[in-house]
Every structure is written in structure tokens, then in C-alpha cells.
């Protein structure tokens, strides 16, 4: 079955700076790679996602990349504020068939990333 | 506002009893989750359900039942089987796949902190 790796487990960067989170997968019919991100408190919201036809996706200061080949995709975090400090997750699966569901999808072990005004 | 409503936040219960954690959604989603989560632990699947009256083990259901009577509603129940019950214990749902390249989001609820002593 697929095995999701996340690294670091703990990231701590100064307001302003990038953060980079690294994860890597087994399974190489995975297609679909998400990232969560959790408050203190709070459950997981998706943040971004990015499928297997695509190399990298943007959204204002978050991005994703893949690379199928070596099996990893990235999170990054460009100009971090306080309010990105959170853990971070990310995810990996098969495409669905119809009407399927997300019982599939395996998660990393989370990346704690401390912001410091 | 929709969204999924997990109840209690806290839960305390001796050894050797069962107890039944809440999940209500009002996203109309077919499908329901339940993940526990540990430190430095990720998010395991227990449970899921694509339909009513329908569910499937997930990675770590030994120890854990539930039901799905209704589709909004997704009660686990932690049995006194389970060994190691204390965790943060996550609901989720999603909608199902309409599509070859549509993985639709989990929505998770704020979680359940479960102590057992």
C-alpha cells in the first residue's frame, strides 16, 4: 500500500521568510496530493492540491510542486506571517473511480512550522 | 453556515467502558470519516462510509465500531477492546466522485479530545 514520508517534522523561520515542507511516496499510481493545515484546536482544511498532470501549482503565497519521477511533492511558503504557524499535512492517493470516495488517501505524520514575529 | 459539528470536545471515561463519540454534518456529503490522531502520528483511518446503512474498515479499526443509520450522522463507538484509546479523534466527510480527475476535499470537524484512565 502507499507510504507517505514528511519532513521536517518541525520547521521554525523568522516572519518573512520561505518554509519549505518535503514529502515523498511509495505508491507510483498515486495521482492526487493534497496539503492540510490544522490550528491549534481545529480539524485539517485543504489548503491546496495538485494532480499528477501538473508540476506546480500556485496559490498567492503557497505553491506545490511534483515530481513524479523521484516520487516527492513540496509545499512552500513564500513571505511566512504568524498566522501560518500551524501543522501542516500532506496526503497522497489513487484517482477515484465514480462515486468513490477519499478512504484511500494516506497521510504524512504532519510538519509543525513555527512562525516568529 | 454548513459545516460538521463533533461533540463533546472532551471526553473523559474509565478503563474498561465504551464510549460513543458524536459526528453530525450538514454539508449534504455522502461520505463519512473517522481518523484518530496521535502525536507525530498523522492521521490513521478508522471508519468509513460511502452510503447509508454502509461502511469499511480502515487502517486501525480494531477496537472501534460504528453505524451510519442516517446520512447525516456518523457515531463512533470506542470499545474497551480498543488498547490504547486516549487520542484527538477527527470526523470528516466528503462528497463523492463525479469524475476521473475529481478527488473532492475532506471537511473535518473540530475533533474530540478522548481521555480514558
Known amino acids: 500500500g502507499e507510504n507517505v514520508e514528511q519532513h521536517p517534522s518541525t520547521l521554525s523561520v523568522q516572519e518573512g521568510d520561505s518554509a519549505v515542507i518535503k514529502c515523498t511516496y511509495s505508491?507510483?499510481?498515486?495521482?492526487?496530493f493534497p496539503w492540510y493545515k490544522q490550528e491549534l484546536g481545529k480539524g485539517p482544511q485543504l489548503i491546496i492540491d495538485?494532480?499528477?498532470?501538473?508540476g506546480e501549482k500556485k496559490d498567492q503565497r503557497i505553491a506545490v510542486t511534483l515530481n513524479k519521477t523521484a516520487k516527492h511533492f513540496s509545499l512552500h511558503i513564500t513571505e511566512t506571517q504568524p498566522e501560518d504557524s500551524a501543522v501542516y499535512f500532506c496526503?497522497?492517493?489513487?484517482?477515484?473511480?465514480?462515486?468513490?470516495?477519499?478512504?484511500?488517501?494516506?497521510f504524512g505524520k504532519g510538519t509543525k512550522l513555527s512562525v516568529k514575529p | 453556515d454548513g459545516g460538521i459539528t463533533q461533540s463533546p470536545k472532551y471526553l473523559f471515561r474509565k478503563e474498561g467502558q465504551n464510549v460513543t463519540l458524536s459526528c453530525e454534518q450538514n454539508l449534504n456529503h455522502d461520505a463519512m470519516y473517522w481518523y484518530r490522531q496521535d502525536p507525530g502520528q498523522g492521521l490513521r483511518l478508522i471508519y468509513y462510509s460511502q452510503i447509508v446503512n454502509d461502511f469499511q474498515k480502515g487502517d486501525i479499526a480494531e477496537g472501534y465500531s460504528v453505524s451510519r443509520e442516517k446520512k447525516e450522522s456518523f457515531p463512533l463507538t470506542v470499545t474497551s477492546a480498543q488498547k490504547n484509546p486516549t487520542a484527538f479523534y477527527l470526523c470528516?466527510?466528503?462528497?463523492?466522485?463525479?469524475?476521473?480527475?475529481?478527488?473532492?476535499?475532506?471537511?473535518f470537524g473540530n475533533g474530540t479530545r478522548l481521555t480514558v484512565t
Open positions: 470528516a466527510s466528503s462528497r463523492l466522485t463525479t469524475g476521473p480527475s475529481y478527488n473532492s476535499p475532506l471537511h
Open positions: 496526503a497522497a492517493s489513487r484517482s477515484l473511480a465514480y462515486g468513490g470516495s477519499q478512504g484511500n488517501l494516506i
Open positions: 495538485i494532480r499528477s498532470n501538473v
Open positions: 505508491d507510483s499510481a498515486s495521482n492526487y
